[in-house]
């Protein structure tokens, strides 16, 4: 088992940043492929994010790029997603998710390939 504890969220205007942090229970984060999605109010849950095991791919839904990047560090067993120049339409609770069995050079895109989930966070752009 696998517990996933999001932080970092809040309010913050448009054009401002936040980072996300997710931590991760176990001795195995390394063995994790990590994702990042979103939900916002009335609408589906969209992948936002993802990073490979060691960290050297990853990929982003097209309306983040350029602004968010998401990292990993395996020592601290956490997950981080900056996200600069937030928009508005940011606005969405945001959720870790670990991939138990993705190949290690992979990035997971698909969220029904998550073994794992967290609480979320809320993150709120004013305009």
């Known amino acids: 088992q696998v517990q996933l504890v999001e932080s970092g969220g809040g309010l913050v205007q448009a054009g401002g940043s936040l980072r996300l942090s997710c931590a991760a229970s176990g001795r195995t984060f390394s063995r994790y492929a990590m994702g990042w999605f979103r939900q916002a109010p009335g609408k589906e849950r969209e992948f936002v994010a993802a990073?490979?095991?060691?960290?050297?791919?990853?990929n982003y839904v097209d309306s983040v790029k350029g602004r968010f990047t998401i990292a990993r560090d395996n020592d601290k067993n956490t997950a981080y997603l900056q996200m600069n120049s937030l928009k508005p339409e940011d606005t969405a609770v945001y959720y870790c998710a670990a991939a138990l069995s993705a190949p290690a050079l992979r990035v997971v895109v698909r969220g029904d390939e998550y073994d794992y989930w967290g609480q979320g966070t809320q993150v709120t752009v004013s305009s």
């Open positions: 990073i490979s095991r060691a960290g050297g791919n990853t």
